[in-house]
């Protein structure tokens, strides 16, 4: 039978592997959103002595390639420590898989970032973060980048829905043009939660609708 | 392997049926001259008439004369001719009005099939007005927004007959007595539902009609365009005089053959029987959790089911159901070769979560009534199995 993806993919599609949840996970991240059509949970618990992962597991809302490449990385990060998971590649994971198709490079870029972000939030959640790059408007706005505006499927800079960013003091405020009664106001404003109130110098995030 | 294939994407192509190869099979061996004029050689003129054999069974499923009905190379070209071939008659360049004082102003809804919806994307780009009509929840355009729409510089609706993805039926009579009210061209693709849609031409006020014979196991590469008598159209292709002198180019004359094939196989009975299929399969689909029809639940293509299903992705669903031998089709991003997602579910107000996790089940004449629990079953299951690696709808 033809088929769109590698052996491996299809293998990984049809038995991913370390699939579910963590309870109380050390740390956890989920990068995309059912608007844009792919989205991947993360999920670690890390030994605190030796900084090696000792658990991980992903849940995919996505086609093929994502669901594969969560699967993939997965395997790649369990047993190594947080700075060598963190420096895994989409190249690398890609390879791994045999190849996946050029267009579908988004969707399997999200489940890297996905590892990436869960383990940033480990660093932010147990103070780890050695580089204390001070928060600034600038940060924030990277990080509202891989907020997705479901609306659209694009994140919320990209679709210009951000009119202000203010940071001062430790306080982040942000700004959306959206009603505060819109359908998607509420899932919004978690998903700015949990990438800006782990920073590590951010006591205080508001999020105001308007519109 | 593909024998035991259940093929439920008959929206997409359809299997060519056998009795049409086998009418078709002489035009390409025996009578394989091209049409000629009555003072040409036999051959041609056994060609010409087998042509307008095909021609005048086509027209009469219509219940059109002959005369005006044009072969095309299928229903993309037939509504790119409509279309583009009505703008070119009528729109009137800036500046330059013409006596009929008409301009520059199409409407079609938003939901149209990409060769409507792209011809007039097309369109605008040379300085026509488009409208977009917009559709409710289950994919019908309002009668008094369309009729509001009018204006005295519009020159064309187009509305189509059925929905390609949700297969929601238009009210094509009333959206014709309204452009023929107001003296504007009525075009409608027909693709989807010729002829297991009764469309007669008589009854209904309609200028331009799209039909294509590959969804009604003819072959493909033919379609067709009715073109009332009278329609201005500007000529399509440039060449020769054939199909009146409207679309240049020697007659796919064995496709013609296989398409008046293909219509006259199609029977009443063939349609009920598909629709009790259809009926069965969106019964045992919405017992599936967090799951919705997509569509009008009664004014929709015998054949066609679409049902959304939440938590999950389309494009996923569909491999898993290939690999165990069933073909379906999504309106989902991660499939459509343009990334995006169905305008369709969008245009009838769903979010791109409902319309990643549509999937479209057609059925066919070499459909078995146990294919529909074959793939009922099957759904469920692989539902069920993506829900469980899902981060969604575990709260």
């Known amino acids: 039978m033809p088929l769109p993806y590698s052996e491996i993919v299809m293998e990984h599609f049809r038995n991913p592997r370390n699939v579910g949840r963590i309870?109380?996970?050390?740390?956890?991240?989920v990068e995309g959103s059912p608007a844009c059509g792919d989205m991947v949970a993360v999920y670690l618990a890390v030994d605190p002595d030796s900084q090696r992962i000792t658990d991980v597991k992903f849940e995919s809302y996505g086609c093929a390639s994502n669901i594969a490449t969560g699967s993939i990385i997965t395997e790649l990060a369990k047993g190594k420590t947080l700075e060598e998971a963190k420096s895994i590649t989409w190249k690398q994971a890609s390879e791994a898989l045999g190849g996946l198709p050029p267009i579908k490079t988004h969707c399997s870029v999200l489940a890297v970032d996905g590892l990436r972000a869960a383990i940033q939030n480990y660093r932010?959640?147990?103070?780890?973060?050695?580089?204390?790059?001070?928060?600034?408007?600038?940060?924030?706005?990277?990080r509202l980048k891989h907020v997705m505006n479901p609306m659209t499927g694009l994140d919320l800079v990209r679709t210009k829905i951000v009119r202000d960013i203010e940071v001062s003091g430790g306080k982040v405020r942000v700004a959306i043009d959206l009603p505060a009664d819109h359908q998607f106001a509420a899932n919004i404003r978690e998903e700015i939660l949990e990438k800006i109130e782990h920073l590590w110098d951010v006591d205080e995030v508001v999020i105001e609708f308007t519109e | 392997m593909f024998g035991e294939f259940v093929y439920l994407d008959n929206a997409a192509a359809t299997r060519l049926d056998e009795?049409?190869?086998?009418?078709?099979?002489?035009?390409?061996?025996?009578?394989?001259?091209?049409?000629?004029?009555?003072?040409g050689y036999s051959p041609g003129i056994e060609a010409k008439d087998a042509l307008e054999e095909?021609?005048?069974?086509?027209?009469?499923?219509?219940?059109?004369?002959?005369?005006?009905?044009?072969?095309?190379?299928?229903?993309?070209e037939s509504s790119n001719m409509a279309l583009k071939g009505v703008a070119m008659a009528l729109g009137a360049r800036s500046g330059d009005r013409r006596p009929s004082g008409k301009g520059k102003h199409i409407i079609i809804s938003k939901i149209?099939?990409?060769?409507?919806?792209?011809?007039?994307?097309?369109?605008?780009?040379?300085g026509f007005r488009v409208t977009y009509l917009d559709v409710d929840e289950y994919g019908r355009v309002n009668l008094d927004q369309l009729r509001q729409?009018?204006?005295?510089?519009?020159?064309?609706?187009s509305i189509q007959t059925a929905n390609q993805e949700i297969g929601t039926l238009q009210d094509v009579a009333a959206i014709g007595a309204i452009c023929r009210e107001q003296g504007v061209l009525f075009h409608t693709d027909a693709t989807h539902s010729f002829p297991r849609v009764l469309l007669d031409v008589r009854e209904v006020p309609v200028d331009l009609v799209t039909v294509t014979a590959h969804l009604i196991h003819g072959p493909k590469g033919i379609g067709g365009l009715y073109v009332r008598k009278g329609t201005p159209l500007v000529k399509w292709m440039d060449g020769g005089f054939q199909e009146f002198n409207l679309r240049a180019g020697e007659e796919n004359i064995p496709g013609?053959?296989?398409f008046a094939t293909a219509v006259k196989l199609v029977t009443p009975e063939e349609t009920a029987r598909l629709q009790d299929m259809r009926d069965r399969l969106i019964e045992r689909l919405l017992q599936i959790p967090h799951s919705r029809l997509n569509g009008h639940p009664t004014l929709r293509l015998p054949h066609n089911a679409n049902v959304s299903f939440r938590f999950v992705e389309g494009e996923s669903i569909l491999l898993h159901l290939d690999m165990r031998g069933f073909a379906v089709s999504t309106g989902s991003a991660c499939f459509s070769r343009s990334l995006e997602a169905s305008h369709v579910i969008l245009g009838i107000g769903g979010n791109h979560e409902r319309a990643h996790g549509s999937v479209r089940f057609t059925f066919g004449r070499f459909n078995k009534p146990e294919d529909v629990d074959a793939v009922a079953d099957a759904i469920s299951e692989v539902i069920a199995a993506l829900r469980e690696i899902s981060p969604l709808g575990k709260e």
């Open chain 1, 23 to 29: 309870e109380n996970p050390d740390g956890k991240a």
């Open chain 1, 124 to 142: 932010e959640r147990h103070g780890l973060v050695k580089e204390r790059v001070p928060t600034t408007v600038e940060v924030v706005r990277k």
């Open chain 2, 19 to 39: 009795r049409v190869l086998g009418a078709m099979t002489p035009y390409f061996l025996e009578t394989y001259a091209v049409a000629t004029s009555q003072f």
């Open chain 2, 54 to 76: 095909a021609r005048s069974t086509i027209a009469r499923a219509l219940s059109a004369k002959p005369e005006e009905f044009i072969f095309t190379s299928g229903s993309t």
């Open chain 2, 112 to 126: 149209e099939d990409f060769p409507v919806l792209y011809s007039a994307r097309a369109l605008e780009k040379q």
């Open chain 2, 149 to 157: 729409a009018i204006t005295p510089e519009t020159i064309l609706v």
């Open chain 2, 256 to 258: 013609a053959i296989g």
